[in-house]
Nanobody, 123 residues
Framework: QVQLSESGGGLVQPGGSLRLSCAAS????????MGWYRQAPGKQRELVVA???????NYADSVKGRFTISRDNAKKTVYLQMNSLKPEDTAVYYC?????????????????WGQGTQVTVSS
């Protein structure tokens, strides 16, 4: 089984910062890409940023210059540093991983999601 465990959400004032973490665990052979998505009330889930195993990143325009993703391949963990937070950043943030896992004598590719962590930006 594979699990993604998120932490770091909370309530912050506009202009403040938060750091989210997501650790992958289980029978993992390798992780291709990891990323963060978010879903605000009444809106569709959207990509915030993704990072490949080689370190290439893809940021949503709305967070460029404010959010930074980083990855520790040895720990199978991805981080999202969020600075200069705005009320419109309020959402549930979900971690995602595209990975290869062991299934018996085989390796299979899977797409996994964390349980989500609430980020609220409000004064």
């Amino acid at each position: 089984q594979v699990q993604l465990s998120e932490s770091g959400g909370g309530l912050v004032q506009p202009g403040g910062s938060l750091r989210l973490s997501c650790a992958a665990s289980g029978s993992i052979f390798s992780i291709n890409a990891m990323g963060w998505y978010r879903q605000a009330p009444g809106k569709q889930r959207e990509l915030v940023v993704a990072i490949t195993s080689g370190g290439s990143t893809n940021y949503a325009d709305s967070v460029k210059g404010r959010f930074t993703i980083s990855r520790d391949n040895a720990k199978k963990t991805v981080y999202l540093q969020m600075n200069s937070l705005k009320p419109e950043d309020t959402a549930v943030y979900y971690c995602n991983a595209d990975l290869i896992y062991y299934s018996g004598n085989y390796r299979k590719r899977g797409d996994y999601w964390g349980q989500g962590t609430q980020v609220t930006v409000s004064s």
